[in-house]
């Protein structure tokens, strides 16, 4: 059934339903109320009759009384007195000697069994009962006094009664009228049948029918009506909800009424309107999104840069999800500690440049942060401020993880955090929030783990296994770009070339095992020996490289004399695995040294001038440094021993340029 089906059957329940029922309950009370005065009305009667009958017995016996009572020879003028004034129809005088009437006004003999003694109930149940009859005695004398029942009498009781009145019982009632049968009793001693007319309400039966038929009509009308006029504006809605569902927006209900369905209409317009517009600003935000997921990706592919990956997955995490201002912290390998690498829209402490951001560090464990770089489970708060954390009124804060992988564990390790703060629009950041900042946490622990993937290929690629120097390849790259500086900035560039003594014979009676071992050790004597911004290479064998930036001859000097002491100073302890020889091997090392730009004005010649000079150096001896040979005026040669630096090796100033 349809709704205009159902609506019409509900209005036609709730309006005649009712009437019906009222009808009925009309009907019935009508009846209660017609039978219950049809019985007021025959109790009324029958008291009525009774007490004109037992008036008409008295009135006989009075007659009867004042015939009796008068001298025998005026009895027959009372009595036709009494019969003319109607007060009988009959008075009769008997004696044992004769009888006779005073004045005939019956048919019947009175003798004849058709009269009814006021004095005894009476036993008659027929229509024969033709009088009624009272008797008075006087000096043997009989008086009867008698009335004629007869229609006029019948008539005159039912118009004091306001019914019709039938001699007798058994009387058979007519349709439409109510009877009731009065029996023969002392005082109305004849029986009697009462009837009255029910007045049954047949026509007002007829005209409630009438009534309930014109309501139903009327009331069919106005369910029909009433439904069409109800589901026309619902269809008019459902048909709008199918265009806007099939994706057209523009979709408009018109309003008929200012009623509830009229607003339920301009409900939905609005709604269409405003889900218009949701659906645009979706779609700007769609396009806005897939233009920097384009440039995440095309940055992720285009570069191991970090300062540049990260700001970028930054900026769309902050865009994806409306935070006001966010955070990326990693992990430093070095101390464990977090290290803030880009931020942006940061207030208060952290409004710093980039360089003095790259500065804060945050402990693991410790605040917001800190428990989440510990954990590894995300958090989202109202907190306002967390220590020494960016100050804010709602926070997400999600790890940044490494990729899984099946040699470590399945666990996957925590490599930083990315901290959103602030949601534009709303009081906090919501699940779907949470979802999206981890999809770009998870792109920037890719980034990072690859990066450093990377960075850790690319160290192994340049770095000497054994040493854990740079090897011969890096030295190339460095010494270029140190070369470019140097000329760059006026600055000069001092190399130092070294190669251990008589190595070959450490290998030959201590074998490669031990000689590996005074190849790593001198490399470690060779990382202390110099400063954070100097860098040591191994050039192949026993041949090591070490670059001064801005360190000028006399300064190559002091740290050719003081590695060469480092080396010459401690044998280096090893396993001789043979029997007889010493478990330490004292070793050498001779250091060519040349300047740029005073050896050399490229790299390439640098490097050839401090190659020349550690010849030089093992000509002289071993064990010594020699000077690489200027273009201009020579330099002195210096020795690294006290002995053969007193002869002619190069005494370093107390104050020396450039260290």
């Not at 070095?334 to 208060?348: E, K, P, Q």
């Not at 450490?506 to 202390?528: K, M, P, S, W």
Request: with cysteine; aromatic share 4%; hydrophobic share 45%.
């Amino acid at each position: 059934m349809t709704l205009r089906g159902r609506l019409t059957s509900a209005f036609l329940v709730v309006v005649l339903g009712p009437v019906l029922l009222g009808s009925i309950f009309v009907a019935l009370t009508v009846g209660a109320v017609s039978r219950e005065r049809a019985t007021e009305r025959l109790d009324h009667a029958a008291t009525t009759i009774s007490v004109a009958v037992g008036a008409i017995c008295r009135q006989l016996q009075a007659s009867a009384d004042a015939v009796a009572v008068v001298p025998a020879g005026d009895r027959r003028a009372v009595a036709d007195q009494l019969v003319t004034r109607g007060l009988a129809t009959e008075i009769q005088m008997t004696d044992p000697g004769h009888s006779g009437l005073a004045r005939s006004a019956v048919t019947a003999d009175p003798a004849a069994g058709g009269r009814e003694d006021c004095a005894t109930p009476g036993t008659a149940t027929t229509p024969q009962v033709t009088a009624l009859a009272a008797s008075a005695y006087a000096e043997e004398v009989t008086v009867t006094a008698a009335q004629r029942i007869d229609a006029g009498l019948l008539d005159r009781l039912g118009a004091s009664a306001g019914v019709t009145v039938t001699l007798g019982a058994g009387v058979p009632a007519a349709a439409g009228t109510a009877h009731r049968e009065l029996a023969a009793e002392p005082g109305r001693p004849m029986a009697l049948t009462v009837t009255v007319l029910t007045g049954e309400p047949t026509g007002r039966y007829l005209i409630l029918a009438l009534i309930v038929l014109v309501t139903a009509f009327v009331a069919v009308f106005a369910a029909r009506w009433l439904a069409r006029s109800t589901t026309r504006p619902l269809g008019d809605l459902a048909w709008a909800a199918d265009r806007v569902a099939n994706g057209d927006l523009d979709t408009r209900v018109p309003i008929p009424r200012p009623d509830e369905l009229g607003r339920l209409a301009g409900t939905f317009n609005r709604m269409t309107r405003e889900l218009q517009s949701y659906v645009q600003a979706l779609t700007a935000s769609r396009d806005q999104l897939r233009r920097h997921l384009a440039i995440l990706g095309d940055t992720l592919s285009s570069t191991h840069d970090l300062d540049r990956i990260l700001p970028v997955i930054l900026r769309t995490a902050m865009t994806a999800t409306g935070a006001r201002a966010g955070l990326i912290l990693l992990l430093d390998p070095a101390d464990g500690r977090l290290a803030a690498r880009c931020g942006a829209g940061l207030t208060g402490a952290w409004d710093l440049s980039p360089a003095e951001l790259s500065q804060r560090r945050l402990s693991p464990g410790r605040g917001v942060l800190g428990r989440v770089a510990a954990t590894g489970m995300p958090s989202r708060g109202t907190t306002g401020r967390a220590l020494d954390e960016p100050a804010c009124e709602s926070y997400l804060a999600v790890p940044i993880c490494a990729p899984p992988d099946e040699e470590i564990g399945p666990d996957p390790s925590v490599l930083g955090v990315l901290a959103l703060y602030d949601r534009l629009g709303a009081p906090v950041f919501e699940d779907a929030d949470l979802r999206t900042v981890r999809t770009f946490a998870g792109q920037a622990g890719v980034a990072v783990h690859n990066v450093r993937v990377h960075e850790e290929a690319q160290r192994l690629s340049l770095t000497d296994p054994l040493t854990g120097l740079w090897n011969y390849r890096y030295l190339r790259e460095v010494l270029r770009r140190e070369v470019e500086r140097a000329s760059r900035f006026g600055r000069m560039l001092t190399v130092l070339v070294l190669d251990l003594d008589h190595f070959k014979e450490v290998n030959d009676t201590y074998g490669h095992t031990a000689g590996d071992q005074v190849l790593g050790e001198f490399a470690r004597r060779i990382r202390i020996g110099l400063r954070e911004v100097d860098v040591a290479f191994r050039q192949g064998g026993e041949e090591f490289v070490v670059l001064l930036p801005e360190t000028d001859a006399y300064g190559g000097a002091i740290v050719a004399e003081r590695l060469g002491a480092a080396v010459r100073d401690w044998p280096v302890p090893v396993d001789p695995r043979r029997p007889g020889l010493d478990d330490r091997i004292p070793i050498s090392v001779s250091i060519g040294i040349a300047v740029f730009p005073e050896h050399g004005s490229t790299a390439q010649e640098v490097l050839d001038a401090a190659d020349e000079a550690l010849y030089a150096a093992k000509n002289a001896g071993r064990d010594t440094y020699r000077l690489a040979e200027r273009v201009s005026p020579a330099v002195p040669e210096g020795h690294l021993d006290a002995a053969t630096a007193t002869t002619g090796g190069p005494q370093p100033p107390r104050h020396g340029r450039g260290r």
